[in-house]
């Protein structure tokens, strides 16, 4: 009956080890797409001289603390990708680069969603702060050389579905 028991016991033991074995596997094999990147959602600029619409997906960084984290430790974005930062209400912001491994361009957006000040090639590491230039409802930070790649300038539109 004890030896019953005892192989009862290790088979039990064994049948657990091996599950939290996988378990912790499995749980470090996502990859960064999991790991480092929220939802996608859909935001267009529409250029005011042109009229051209650029389509990106970006992660909506809404709580202070996703604000804090922003594209920290990342090392690379696809063109198409970018981080938006909104604000409850219009402000006067400021980024730095701090563990931020890729250059970025900042596009700050004003309350009327027109893009009121673009600041092009941001170097990863720096801490000299970066202004809004104004009252900004949001900040897109997109791939270094998107802003000139499409054109994008001052008084272009922003479309984005969850200001």
């Known amino acids: 009956m004890i030896k019953t028991a005892q192989k009862t016991f290790t088979k039990n033991l064994f049948f657990w080890a091996v599950f939290l074995c996988l378990g912790?596997?499995?749980?470090?094999?996502?990859?960064?797409?999991?790991?480092?990147?929220?939802a996608l959602y859909p935001l267009s600029i529409i250029s005011q001289s042109s009229g051209q619409s650029i389509a990106f997906k970006v992660e909506l960084a809404?709580?202070?603390k996703e604000q804090e984290k922003g594209l920290m430790h990342r090392e690379s974005m696809p063109d198409d990708h970018g981080m938006i930062f909104t604000y409850?209400?219009?402000?006067?912001?400021?980024?730095w680069m701090k563990n931020t491994l890729i250059p970025l361009d900042m596009i700050f957006v004003g309350s009327d969603n027109t893009v009121i000040h673009i600041h092009k090639g941001a170097k990863p590491h720096d801490l000299t702060p970066i202004p809004s230039?104004?009252?900004s409802r949001a900040a897109i930070e997109v791939n270094a050389g998107i802003v000139d790649k499409y054109g994008i300038s001052i008084g272009d539109k922003v479309v984005f579905d969850h200001f």
């Open 24 to 38: 912790f596997c499995l749980s470090g094999c996502k990859n960064d797409a999991t790991t480092n990147q929220g």
């Open 62 to 64: 809404a709580s202070h």
């Open 88 to 95: 409850p209400s219009p402000q006067h912001s400021y980024f």
């Open 133 to 135: 230039g104004g009252l």
